[in-house]
């Protein structure tokens, strides 16, 4: 995260200085979705049912994309052969 | 007050005379104005503004947008989606459609759109009452909008047009509301001069076209500050702790600039058409060497002048500010001028239920900082259009001139014309 500004240096009307892209949401997440890919079929439901398009393919297999994901639980709710566990997040 | 100029740029022969009320004039100024949408939803006593718009719409007259929405919610939003796109966006309404607008006016202001709105103030329910005082008005105190509150049908129509010059000019680009008292101006017919069409045009600078800009982390340049697909913004996405604070700080400027950009506007406009109203913030009468001041908002100001001049006939010294500018506040103007008074009664049509009368406690706290404070008086009067005869504001005189002579006030909140 870079400083935070003043707000002399910040532009009016409360628009966003940066791309929301810049903005990573996934750190709001509590629990992670984690992909068994000796299970998944492949069927892209948690593809189709991610808010946040986090789910991402990559040609052969799906990926998540922890900058965004926040950790809802759709994708493993939705799968149909239960691929897709969530699991607290890795404390340091 | 109207004071004549020797050699307005436009002399009144060349002025258009019309009757028309209070909201007709509005409805005529907005259509000068070259409003691009009106979002608008009926509510009395302002429905006659709306209404005489959409005839000029039907009638091909303007090029505006109408949009017929389903609440004041609705007509609020409508205009910040339009003036954020870069539109001028007009809409009014009055009591309870303010109080369903509520939500909104806090996001116009944040987002510096500078929308106009005319309010024919009415009192709030319940019980429900469509007449007029200023409990609407006073609710929207704290939203971020500049309130202008007018005396007279012409001031009405004078102020509606400058209402789009003051909200546009980039020191300012705040929303501003055009206070006009429901029934007393909104349905009262009176003689007014409006300028041609063409004059209004180059007031305005034309339609809204020029537009702040604003620069972006992701973008080389500066930008202007519209919705537009080829140089995206996003308005009023989430801003936490982090941000929050300093973007308000953004409002707080905003609105210590306004006192100079509305006086400049109240000049150019007496050059333009030779009529002004004070200093556009403040419009004293006889205050110079007066013992009594009274201060008051919107169309009672008149009924306090005429009593002013009455008894200042009669040797008495009185004097009379109409406070034109309510948000921002004029507090250090006010105290400059009531410097060497010695009581202040201060009129409200509208009270902060526990508390007095919010212009009182704006008055209360500009005279803090004088070594030699005046006595002050609050007036709760008029609710619910209760009439305010000139009987009892001469009334009010007499007992604020007896204060001045015993230098005790008994009762510092008292209400005016309400039986017991």
């Not at chain 2, 949408?37 to 000029?56: D, G, L, R």
Request: aromatic content about 10%; charged content about 25%.
């Amino acid at each position: 995260m870079a400083e935070l500004r003043g707000y002399k240096e910040l532009p009016i009307g409360a628009i966003p200085f940066r791309l929301s892209t810049d903005y990573k949401t996934g750190d709001w997440r509590a629990l992670r979705p984690v992909v068994d890919h000796n299970k998944c079929v492949k069927c892209m439901l948690c593809w189709i049912y991610c808010p946040d398009m986090a789910v991402i393919w990559d040609g052969e297999k799906i990926l998540i994309n922890y900058d965004y994901c926040k950790g809802c639980g759709l994708c493993a709710h939705e799968c149909p052969v239960k691929a897709i566990t969530m699991e607290p997040e890795p404390t340091e | 007050m109207t004071e004549a100029v020797k050699t307005p740029k436009i002399p009144p022969e060349k002025q258009i005379l019309m009757t028309v009320n209070g909201d007709e004039a509005v409805a005529y100024a907005a259509k000068q104005s070259l409003v691009d949408v009106v979002a608008a939803y009926p509510i009395t006593p302002q429905t006659i503004i709306v209404e005489k718009f959409s005839e000029f719409v039907a009638d091909g007259e303007v090029h505006t947008e109408f949009v017929p929405v389903e609440s004041e919610h609705s007509a609020m939003s409508a205009c910040v989606g339009a003036a954020a796109a870069g539109a001028r966006a007009f809409t009014a309404t009055a009591a309870n459609g303010l109080a369903l607008m509520w939500e909104i006016l806090y996001i116009a202001a944040s987002l510096r759109l500078p929308i106009v709105l005319a309010v024919a103030n009415r009192a709030l329910s319940a019980p429900i009452n469509i007449h007029n005082d200023h409990s609407d008005a006073y609710g929207m105190r704290d939203s971020g909008w500049v309130q202008i509150f007018v005396e007279n049908v012409q001031e009405a129509y004078d102020t509606t047009i400058q209402a789009f010059k003051i909200a546009e000019d980039e020191r300012v680009l705040l929303p501003v509301a055009v206070n006009l008292d429901g029934f007393f101006l909104s349905h009262t017919l009176e003689n007014i001069r409006m300028l041609p069409d063409e004059e209004v045009h180059k007031f305005l600078g034309g339609y809204r076209k020029t537009y702040p800009k604003v620069k972006v982390d992701y973008f080389d340049e500066e930008v202007p500050l519209i919705l537009n697909p080829a140089r995206p913004l996003s308005f009023g996405p989430l801003d936490l702790y982090d941000y929050y604070f300093e973007h308000k700080m953004h409002q707080i400027e905003a609105m210590k600039r306004v006192p100079e950009v509305v006086r400049e506007v109240n000049e150019k406009w007496y050059e333009l058409t030779g009529r002004k109203y004070g200093d556009g913030v403040l419009v004293p009468y006889g205050v110079e060497d007066a013992d009594v001041v009274v201060t008051v908002l919107g169309s009672t100001g008149g009924t306090v002048r005429h009593i002013v001049k009455k008894l200042r006939s009669r040797g008495y010294k009185v004097g009379t500010i109409r406070i034109r500018l309510f948000r921002p506040f004029p507090h250090k103007e006010l105290a400059e001028m009531l410097k060497g008074v010695k009581v202040v009664g201060v009129m409200d049509r509208g009270i902060s239920f526990g508390s007095y009368g919010p212009s009182f406690l704006d008055i209360n706290t500009a005279l803090y900082d004088l070594k030699e404070r005046p006595l002050l008086v609050n007036y709760v009067y008029g609710l619910g259009g209760r009439d305010a005869p000139p009987e009892m504001i001469e009334k009010m005189f007499m007992e604020l001139l007896e204060i001045a002579k015993t230098g005790e006030v008994k009762e510092r909140l008292k209400f005016l014309g309400v039986r017991e």
